[in-house]
């Protein structure tokens, strides 16, 4: 079976590679482009670790197919932050130790950047439903949300 | 797996007409890559139709119908600013599948033709009295939403024939409509019973009336007793308790690890209820 040629951008940069049309966007994310932030919790939708942005729409990358990405804007984990400047997401989660394993975390920082850029001032319920896909086991969630909460309120302040 | 993105149904009909062993077409994948990845389906022929023109289009006709392309999401759905007013129900039966990232790429398309009895969106659908236009290699034909699934996994539409239009009617006035389902917990998990009601009135009575049950049988159900139980009526408790008891009466369901059979049919009347109170209410332009 031949491969299929697919171009697109990932976090402002123009990439390409060559796929099975079997192989998942979280596949080409992490096997061929090297971006490893992606994880693969479950690769069925539920839990949210591989989550990436679509042409500006959170979407879990294991329910994509790489061969999907054929001129789209996709951005991850790794274009959050501004080269050695955290993004306040990213602060705020280590400030508040948001995080204990880490499996969750490059998807829970896509999922909360995602809300913020369409919510800019979600209650904790708004919160909470959006990170509702977004499984972490370790932390209980509450710091996560807290973690989000107070980004919000800093990003609201600074803008 | 052979991969076709076609730009036209006629085009992603011939393929599938054309192709041999197992054909899958790719809306928004979350069923297809579920299965693709659990092995359960490994279709040879993937036939993605989202390179088509119009398949993300929301459109109000001038009538007061709606067409949906096939490809639309959850999300745009919901973010839509009228569609909602029109048809909340529908809405919010789609609204309550999956995460947020499942709503950016899910469609009530790929929600009805992955067949499940379970699946939010279709007792939605069929109370609001949707259809989906369906290009085959003889042309097109409408078919209502109840005449999709056959069983579990299991619809009606032949080899070579794929669904090219969402349609939902105009809502009119002095109508609404409303869904609810019943999950062990608040958000991420699978009807154990779902119940849609769309209702019209004149004055407090009640005209017109549709009602659709999901997760109790062995495909979704339309109901006529239960419409019967509510026209003409007030949806006073005498009415409310028919609508429960032809709801009841209307389950075939399986006990399975989320639902006993008792508890399915139980609960199927106490939901059958609250979702016509809610439809009622909307039909009076109340908010609810």
């Not at chain 2, 290699?137 to 996994?153: F, K, L, S």
Request: charged share 25%; hydrophobic share 40%.
């Amino acid at each position: 079976m031949s491969k299929l040629h697919v171009s697109t951008t990932v976090n402002g940069d123009a990439v390409e590679y060559l796929c099975d049309p079997r192989e998942t966007l979280l596949d080409c994310l992490r096997d061929k482009l090297n971006l490893t932030g992606a994880k693969e919790g479950c690769g069925t939708g539920d839990c949210g670790a591989c989550s990436v942005t679509v042409d500006g729409r959170l979407v879990c990358s294991c329910l994509m197919l790489g061969v999907e990405a054929e001129g789209k804007q996709i951005e991850t984990v790794e274009g959050i932050a501004e080269g050695d400047v955290l993004h306040p997401l990213q602060k705020k989660m280590i400030e508040y130790a948001a995080l204990q394993c880490g499996i969750c975390t490059p998807g829970i920082l896509v999922a909360a950047k995602s809300l913020l850029e369409k919510n800019p001032n979600p209650t904790e319920e708004e919160t909470r439903y959006w990170l509702a896909g977004n499984l972490c086991r370790c932390t209980g969630y509450d710091k996560i949300i807290r973690a989000v909460m107070d980004t919000a309120a800093e990003m609201r302040e600074a803008s | 797996m052979d991969y076709h993105s076609p730009a036209s149904f006629a085009e992603a009909s011939a393929l599938a007409a054309n192709a041999t062993g197992i054909t899958r077409f790719l809306a928004g994948g979350t069923d297809v890559l579920v299965q693709l990845r659990s092995e359960l389906v490994t279709p040879d022929t993937l036939i993605d139709i989202k390179k088509i023109n119009g398949v993300h289009d929301i459109t109000r006709n001038a009538d007061g119908s709606w067409t949906l392309g096939v490809a639309t999401t959850g999300a745009e759905m919901s973010e839509h600013p009228d569609l909602g007013k029109d048809w909340p129900g529908v809405v919010e039966a789609m609204d309550l599948i999956g995460s947020t990232q499942v709503q950016g790429r899910a469609t009530l398309t790929g929600n009805l033709c992955n067949g499940s009895p379970a699946a939010d969106s279709v007792p939605a659908m069929v109370a609001a009295g949707v259809t989906v236009t369906v290009t085959g290699p003889d042309g097109t034909r409408e078919i209502a939403v109840e005449d999709i699934p056959t069983g579990p996994g299991k619809i009606s539409l032949a080899k070579g024939e794929v669904v090219s239009a969402v349609n939902i009617p105009a809502r009119g006035e002095n109508a609404g409509d409303a869904y609810l389902r019943f999950i062990p917990r608040t958000e991420m998990d699978i009807a154990v019973v779902g119940v849609g009601v769309s209702l019209r009135l004149d004055g407090d009575t009640i005209t017109e009336a549709r009602v659709s049950l999901g997760a109790i049988a062995p495909t979704v159900l339309l109901v006529e007793d239960c419409a019967k139980a509510l026209v003409g009526s007030k949806l006073d408790d005498a009415a409310l308790d028919a609508l429960a008891a032809a709801a009841s009466a209307a389950c075939n369901p399986i006990d399975d690890k989320r639902g006993t059979i008792a508890f399915r049919t139980e609960v199927a009347g106490v939901l059958a209820k609250r979702a016509a109170k809610i439809a009622y209410a909307r039909a009076k332009g109340e908010n609810a």
